[in-house]
């Protein structure tokens, strides 16, 4: 099993393994960590076309990843690696993280499991979930030492986690967005409205009816208005920040006929009024030295982030300078995910946050 | 000029001219009045391609329409037409309005010429409008016989309207999403956010860097947030409607990489808590009759209209009953422009609302 | 069962059951029976969806059609039909064929079961169907009394035709696009290098990798190179035209990232050379009289036909004259499918052909 | 002016200009740049939005050049720069050429100017080309010292080459889809028709009536037919290659509602019949070493190089073995132009060719 590594790289690059490598989450941080000097893919996992070499499976990775997928078997689970990165969905990482943890592995999961603090917190957040049966935790004692992957609200902890949760694809650009809005105590009622744009990607790989080329194809579908599980862990780091208490989020996400990005607009009222300057300066601020987000003079795009790790945040007030409009764009499989997911990685580690992370946007 | 029709059609179809014919707009109405009986286009005008025949402008005509485009000189608009059509930019029909008056030839405009009551309002309006550089109206004394063209609203004064003024195809979207929220003065503050979605249609044929394909592609881009022009029109309107007073609407446009639509989601909050089934029965109750307004079960999707006249709306409401969503979808050429221009045509001349309507969406 | 009809419509119009109306075919031919005075469609057969109302299968068709879908059991099919269009996959319409035979009901296939002329021809189409297990026909007794269903080939034959096999829809556009060459024998040797572009709605609602958006969307995917099975048909096709003997088609088909449509490009070198203006006339002379070939001026384009019963043709010479470019564009839902099997039908009961299947192309 | 570099690199990073940077071609070499140890961005031309930084030009580059754009009078050009890449239309780059050659300047061009050995060649590809209005070349005397930058043919010239001339993003993929075949005088004839699909970037970023979103959207365009201007150089590319004389394409290009890719179909008739195996192998070992050149086990598709610098080809052949397919894919922007300029750069001053293309296609 691994080697206790995780605050040092001396040894050479650490050996990652990838639980769910077939799926778009798995896909996306075998590539990125193709092109890092600190990591090496020890191993690849996957119920879905186990036995077959990756670039089989995906033919764009001809000539650059040879390894084979191997079943996802409770022994292969953490084997040969110093890190584990669970790409798969709710409820995989909780089965294999006491073993983990008995073995000093440390590991990241994309999934809902590790997100929140509490049995409490996560049967709420299982309850929202159509797709999570049971509310009960299989791992809740794991819970308190988890911490929640925002790099720009976690750095200091993530340092020393043993569990990281990867926050969902919406959320990150919601709290990303919010955060400086909330900590300041600027809103009048903590309570902001959200329209939320998705590309199919987040979807995953599976085919599905809602997915269908044909049906998707020039359209816009509206889907789990009010009640979409992002918004659980959205609101629950929201609620935290600043002095206030509680945050509410009315959150209606759209799914697009695009296969990348996730743009988010969201509605508040002002405490009191204020300028979009004023407001520019304070997000500017607030990121400041952060190598991923980018607060824009002009309104973000959704292709001005695609294939890249930023999110992009632009600003409006209106006349009066009650109402605020914040815009956030983001690749739901960058920073969304997979991008995140390895500045989290780096971060763990002691490396560079932003190792591996240099892709441009693809513009146009 | 003008025969002096306008109240029934007894002497074989009605002969309609178009002004901006080689537009999206004028080939909107132009198709939709090649299969209408009750209607025969004696002429289409326009400074583009005046000399081409029109299936040599747009060839997929070919084989139902050979007429020839005219040039629009101050002569030839409304010569030897019943009713004309301006599928103009502003500024166009307010030019010609008082000599269509003084020979008794109705029409309807697709610009803001003729939205306004007033020409306080139209000052407004064209300050708001970055393409409207002189805010007095040239025909100010016939603005308050114009009648804003949105049917469900103002079907009885159409009848007799000499002018008609269409709506912007953000507005009509709003207007008929809200009105009966507005109409049974529900809201808490006459307050509403609103994101809409629109294809690319909605800014002509005319070759820009906003429109290039390749910026565009897969793309979402918000544009004049709190500043577009159609706010202004459906704040009036909207603030006409129940005992209350006022409306202000917080409008981001976004501007999709899809060619025809707009789905507009929009979140209010409620005076009191009310369930989604009783607003689902208001919604019904008032647009009962109503040929192209459709109350959905589910949820309105941006492809559900395409191609067709309807404008399907939808209705969600937060789990404490306060908080509402109304998302309604149309296709903006059709609804938004030349459908529900021809419904106001059909209107105005006592024929069938939906006379040549029929169409059903493109789906897939 | 049925009334025997099939010669002319006095008796009001023709009560026609949709099997496998559930599938896009289904769906795009009920909607032009919608729209249809002759046709009253009777019941609505599928497998999927039986006991659902169409209209909740199908939300844009909200206010059109409340039928419900009913199973379609052996006793269910033709029951109360004068004609049964059979909107099914291959090998289900083989199945009734002699019980509707023996009723008297005529009938149209969507599949490949009715489009041979004899057991021999079918089963070599079987070998070259990957969805075709079983090359035996269960009726070939009737092969013989059905027609092919090109109405600009066979518009004769198809007025007694009790049984008529609508083509495929690569075929059709390669038939239309090909044939004035083979039937003026000019071809240097019969043999054509095609290259077919679809959109996805050619392979049905069905959720499947190949159709799954993310990997759809801006894409282009060649398949089956050299092993299409509409191949079959329209080598068979074009082989009896003319003098000369044989037709070969290496044909390259290629699933774009849209939804609706087909351009075909196809090669072939002339016996002698020949300008662009001869073959037009050529062209203009073999279609003048049928309302859905349109040999254009200009070059065919994939959406000059979306949403038509057109199919566009083009043509193009080398400047030696030697070599031939021929570009057919249709959209595959209605030319490819649904509008060519009413236009069949409508010639199949003596009426206009191009009855109900006025919808111009949905442009831009 | 330059300090004579060309052979190695001690100094540091070569300086590089851009000419025409604010172009999508300007833009693609700028990012890969970016990222590349061995060059430096010295200097940004362009006529247009000089004075402006690049990153308001291209919010997407925000935090990751601030360059300000320069006018690219004659004194300019070359100015502090080692090597200047032009990326710029035809006419620009031969103007300043002299200069530049006087001043030991090595340039790489991305235009026709420099793709032809002699002024016959140029003038036989100026009368092809729609834009160019003078067939007399402005320096005809350094043609023969330029180079035709396709790698996987001239990597040895390259080396010393002062000038390169950067080849046409159809010609790169029919050239390296057809090289084994023209080399090892497989055809029948030297004539391969051919059907090029391109999405709209590579006609760049200035609006126009054909790349208007509204028109290009789910469209498919053929275009010059039998006359575009890559032929040329294609054919005399081919023609020298293999024992055989002369060659003859027969191409249909086809502009795509997609953004990114070239996908080309060619299809030609062999000498003696031919398993798919035996060609594959005989691919395989014409560009065993390439490294941007894969042959795949299955077929091309345009998503699949999307982002990168592979040309993806594949081989199919009819049952007699007698005609051939093949396919090859490759990013317009990338292979087809800034991916392969850095190739041809890194080749003339004795870099990895790799260096700085290790972007894997962005796939989903």
Redesign the interface.
């Known amino acids: 099993m691994g080697r206790n590594r995780g605050t040092d790289v001396t040894d050479g690059p650490l050996r990652v393994q990838i639980v769910g490598a077939t799926g778009?989450g798995g896909?996306g941080i075998l590539?990125l960590f193709?092109?890092h000097p600190g990591f090496e893919v020890s191993s690849l996992l996957a119920r879905d076309d186990a036995g077959r070499r990756i670039d089989?499976v995906?033919?764009?990775?001809?000539?650059?990843c040879e390894l084979v997928v191997e079943r996802p078997g409770p022994e292969a689970v953490g084997s040969g690696a110093d890190v584990v990165v669970f790409a798969t969905p709710d409820g995989v990482a909780q089965g294999h993280a006491a073993a983990l943890a008995r073995s000093g592995i440390r590991f990241l999961d994309y999934s809902g499991d590790f997100r929140f603090r509490s049995s409490g917190d996560y049967a709420f957040y299982a309850r929202a979930h159509p797709a999570v049966l049971d509310e009960r935790h299989q791992a809740e004692e794991l819970l308190e030492r988890a911490v929640y992957g925002v790099p720009e609200l976690s750095a200091g902890s993530l340092r020393e986690a043993p569990i990281v949760g990867n926050p969902g694809c919406f959320a990150i650009g919601i709290i990303l967005g919010l955060a400086p809005l909330f900590e300041g105590d600027l809103l009048a009622d903590r309570e902001v409205?959200v329209?939320g744009?998705t590309?199919?990607?987040g979807?995953g790989?599976?085919?599905?009816?809602a997915?269908?080329?044909?049906?998707?194809?020039?359209?816009?579908?509206?889907?789990r208005?009010?009640a979409h599980q992002h918004v659980v862990e959205a609101e629950l780091t929201l609620a935290r920040l600043g002095a206030g208490d509680g945050a509410t989020l009315?959150f209606?996400p759209?799914l697009?006929?695009?296969?990348?990005?996730i743009?988010s607009?969201m509605?508040a009222r002002l405490k009191r009024p204020t300028s979009r300057d004023d407001l520019l300066a304070l997000y500017r601020e607030r990121y400041d030295g952060e190598p991923f987000v980018?607060v824009?003079?002009?309104?973000?795009?959704?292709?001005?982030?695609?294939?890249?790790n930023?999110c992009?945040i632009?600003l409006?007030?209106?006349?009066d300078g009650r109402?605020v409009?914040v815009?956030a764009?983001l690749d739901n499989l960058m920073k969304g995910q997979s991008g995140n997911a390895l500045q989290n990685l780096n971060l763990m580690f002691g490396l560079d946050p932003a190792a591996g992370l240099?892709?441009?946007?693809?513009?146009?």
Chains 1, 2, 3, 4 share one sequence.
Do not use: Q, W
């Open positions: 778009y896909l590539e193709l092109g089989a995906y033919p764009h990775l001809a000539g650059r409205s329209d744009l590309g199919s990607s979807a790989k599976k085919p599905s009816a997915h269908h080329f044909s049906h998707l194809s020039d359209n816009v579908v509206p889907y208005v009010f009315h209606v759209h697009l006929g695009t296969t990348r990005g743009l607009t509605h980018r824009l003079d002009g309104l973000s795009t959704l292709k001005g982030t695609a294939g890249s930023y992009d632009s409006a007030t209106s006349a109402h409009v815009i764009s240099g892709r441009l946007p693809l513009y146009p």
